[in-house]
DNA sequence: TTGATTGTGATAGAGAGTTATCACTTGCGT
DNA sequence: ACGCAAGTGATAACTCTCTATCACAATCAA
C-alpha cells in the first residue's frame, strides 16, 4: 500500500497551487522549494502514479515534453507562449470543429493550440 | 552545386504526388517504389534540404515524428486517424481563434488538431 | 571519357526525455 | 521501538528520432 511522503505531498501540493500545465522539469523546481533534496527520478515516478490514478493528465505538445494538468478541469485550451516557452490554459471552447471535417471523417476530439506573446513576456519587452 | 539523382526525383513525386503529410517512413515505403535500393538516410538528407529551400514544411504533432507537406498549400488545419495514424489536410479555417484568448494574450498563429477515424477506417469497420 | 566532387546506403552515434536499477532511508503497522 | 515493505536519490540504461561518418557509386563539366 501507498506511503504519504513529503516529496509525494509536495509534488501533489505543486499542481493542486497552480493553473497552468507544468512539466516535469517545472514540477521538479517548484516542489524544490518545499523539498530542496527532491530528485527528478521521484517526480517521475509520482507523475507516473498521478496519471494511473486518474488524478492528472498529460498534456502534449509538438516537439515539447509532456506536461500534466489536473484532471477534473472543465473543457478548455491552451496557449504556448514563444517567448518563455510556458503553457497555459484558455478557457472555453466556442468553435464548430466536429463539422470543419470532410465528409468520411468522423471527429472524436480536438486540440487548438494558440501560440504568442504572455502577459509576463509583453510587459517585458516593453521597457 | 546540386545534382539531380533518380532518388531525389522520386522523393519530391512522393510529395507531389500526395495530398496528406508524410513522415520520413512514409516516404521512404513511397520513394521505394520507384527505386526500389534506397536508403533511409538519403530519405533524411533530401527531406532537409527541401525544407531549407522552402519546397516542404514541417507538420509536427505531439509524440509523433515529424510530418512533411508542400510548402505553398493554402492556410489549414489537420486530422489524425486514431486507427492508422495517417494525418489528412482539411481545408479552411473559419474560426475566430485570435479573439479567444484571455486579456493580456497575444495570439500569433494556431493549430488546430482533429482526431476521429478517417474514411478507410470506418468502412473497414462495419463488415 | 575522364575525373573532381557530390550523392548514396549502411550503420554508428548524438540528443532528449523517460524508465530501470540499486543501495540506502523512511513511513507505519505491530 | 522494531522491522520490513515501500519510497527516495543518483545515475545508468533505454527508446525514439534524426544526424554524422565513410567507403563506394553516380553525376556532369570539360
Known amino acids: 500500500m501507498p506511503r504519504r511522503t513529503e516529496q509525494r505531498d509536495a509534488i501533489r501540493d505543486v499542481f493542486e497551487d497552480t493553473d497552468r500545465p507544468l ?36 498534456v502534449n505538445l509538438p516537439n515539447e515534453p509532456s506536461r500534466y494538468e489536473l484532471a477534473d478541469l472543465a473543457h478548455h485550451h491552451h496557449f504556448q507562449c514563444t517567448t518563455c516557452q510556458r503553457v497555459f490554459d484558455v478557457p472555453g471552447c466556442t468553435h464548430g470543429l466536429a463539422s470543419s471535417a470532410p465528409d468520411g471523417f468522423e471527429v472524436e476530439h480536438h486540440e487548438v493550440m494558440l501560440y504568442g506573446t504572455c502577459p509576463d513576456c509583453t510587459s517585458e519587452a516593453t521597457p
Chains 1, 2 share one sequence.
Open 23 to 58: 512539466n516535469a522539469q517545472e514540477v521538479l523546481e517548484s516542489a524544490q522549494e518545499s523539498v530542496p533534496g527532491i530528485g527528478i527520478a521521484t517526480v517521475y515516478r509520482n507523475i507516473k502514479a498521478l496519471v494511473d490514478e486518474g488524478w492528472i493528465v498529460p
